[in-house]
Every structure is written in structure tokens, then in C-alpha cells.
T-cell receptor, first 114, second 111 residues
Framework: GAVVSQHPSRVICKSGTSVKIECRSLDFQATTMFWYRQFPKQSLMLMATSNEGSKATYEQGVEKDKFLINHASLTLSTLTVTSAHPEDSSFYIC??????????FGPGTRLTVL | GQQVMQIPQYQHVQEGEDFTTYCNSSTTLSNIQWYKQRPGGHPVFLIQLVKSGEVKKQKRLTFQFGEAKKNSSLHITATQTTDVGTYFCAGRPSGTYKYIFGTGTRLKVLA
């Protein structure tokens, strides 16, 4: 299947700092990427849909000024957690959609905010 | 809002026993996908179902999409220890482009 990478895989930061997470589709172009958040032993919650060349669409309850999404190219989307707080600690996973409407997930980024 | 529920939440089975997880959506779906997530890993795409009443098989796994396109099931025959993980369904409500993940079923297989 198609490959999606995420960087970094783990990040620890201090409260109040910003963290950027990258999501790349390595062998296909993705006009749409999705960002999810997963708390331990829970399901994946869609945060936002990232469309190349346009503004992201955020789900209800997700603060767009806190979770900045940029989809600068057909292979790269970034999520920036601004002014991170301990409650933002979570597993963030992106996925990229292929032309056949399959989704391929990145390996995830574990964010810990101290 | 749109919800996708899965039952059971947990299932422990003896190796060799069968296992089924059920997925129910509050709204009609365009299609449904199934994923497996191993502990500490990320979701891995298993299959996509599109047609009403569709049944697909992958070795010991059988996937079914309901006639009303609001529910789906995953059945594993003769479970093995390698089947351990959490199985998620993800449905795409009709008229939308996004997927809503089910609550997941965590499977434990006892050797």
C-alpha cells in the first residue's frame, strides 16, 4: 500500500511552546489529508481535513487558532500545536487519501507537554 | 451528531475460537472501511465496502456491509494470537467526504 510518514515520532515540549508535526505522502499525491487525535485506549477523533491549496476544515470543538494546519503541497501537510498545554498531550495521527478513496495512515506522533 | 458505535468494546477469546465485531452508524454511509491497530501502532487499512449487502473475504476475515448501509461486521474465523489488536470501522456518511471512526473493539486472543 501507499506510504505516509510523520515527523517527529515523539516530541516532548514545555508548556507554552509550539510544536509542528509533518505528514508526508511518500509515493502518491494527496489532495486531502486528515488529522486525528487519539487518547489512550480510545478511538480516533477527526480534528480537521486538510485540502491542498485551501484552508483546512475543522471539526466542531477544535480550535483552529490552536491547531494550525497548512497543506502546502500535494505531499505535505503540517499541524502546529500552538501554546501547547499538558491537556494537549496525545497521539496525533495523519492520514492521506488516495484517488481510490483509500486512506493510509502515518505512524503517528506522540506529543507530551510538560 | 453522527456517531458510529461498535460492539463489543472488548473481547477475549481462546485461540481457535471465532470473533465478530459489529459496527452501527446513526446515519446512512456511502462506504465503510475497516482498520486494525496493534498496541503501540497506527491503524492499518484492511478493506473498504461500498455496495449495499456487500460481503468480502480476506483469508480468515469476512467483512459485511448491511443492506441499509448503516451497519457492518467483521468476522474472524479460528482466531490466532496474531489477530490481537483493536479493530475499528470508519464510516463515511452520505454526502460527506470525511470518515467517522467507530469506538473500536479490542481483541485479546489467549493461547
Amino acid at each position: 500500500g501507499a506510504v505516509v510518514s510523520q515527523h517527529p515520532s515523539r516530541v516532548i515540549c514545555k508548556s507554552g511552546t509550539s510544536v509542528k508535526i509533518e505528514c508526508r505522502s511518500l509515493d502518491f499525491q494527496a489532495t486531502t489529508m486528515f488529522w486525528y487525535r487519539q487518547f489512550p485506549k480510545q478511538s480516533l477523533m477527526l480534528m480537521a481535513t486538510s485540502n491542498e491549496g485551501s484552508k483546512a476544515t475543522y471539526e466542531q470543538g477544535v480550535e483552529k487558532d490552536k491547531f494550525l494546519i497548512n497543506h502546502a503541497s500535494l505531499t505535505l501537510s503540517t499541524l502546529t500545536v500552538t501554546s501547547a498545554h499538558p491537556e494537549d498531550s496525545s497521539f496525533y495521527i495523519c492520514s492521506a487519501r488516495t484517488a481510490d478513496n483509500e486512506q493510509f495512515f502515518g505512524p503517528g506522533t506522540r506529543l507530551t507537554v510538560l | 451528531g453522527q456517531q458510529v458505535m461498535q460492539i463489543p468494546q472488548y473481547q477475549h477469546v481462546q485461540e481457535g475460537e471465532d470473533f465478530t465485531t459489529y459496527c452501527n452508524s446513526s446515519t446512512t454511509l456511502s462506504n465503510i472501511q475497516w482498520y486494525k491497530q496493534r498496541p503501540g501502532g497506527h491503524p492499518v487499512f484492511l478493506i473498504q465496502l461500498v455496495k449495499s449487502g456487500e460481503v468480502k473475504k480476506q483469508k480468515r476475515l469476512t467483512f459485511q456491509f448491511g443492506e441499509a448501509k448503516k451497519n457492518s461486521s467483521l468476522h474472524i474465523t479460528a482466531t490466532q494470537t496474531t489477530d490481537v489488536g483493536t479493530y475499528f470501522c470508519a464510516g463515511r456518511p452520505s454526502g460527506t467526504y470525511k470518515y467517522i471512526f467507530g469506538t473500536g473493539t479490542r481483541l485479546k486472543v489467549l493461547a
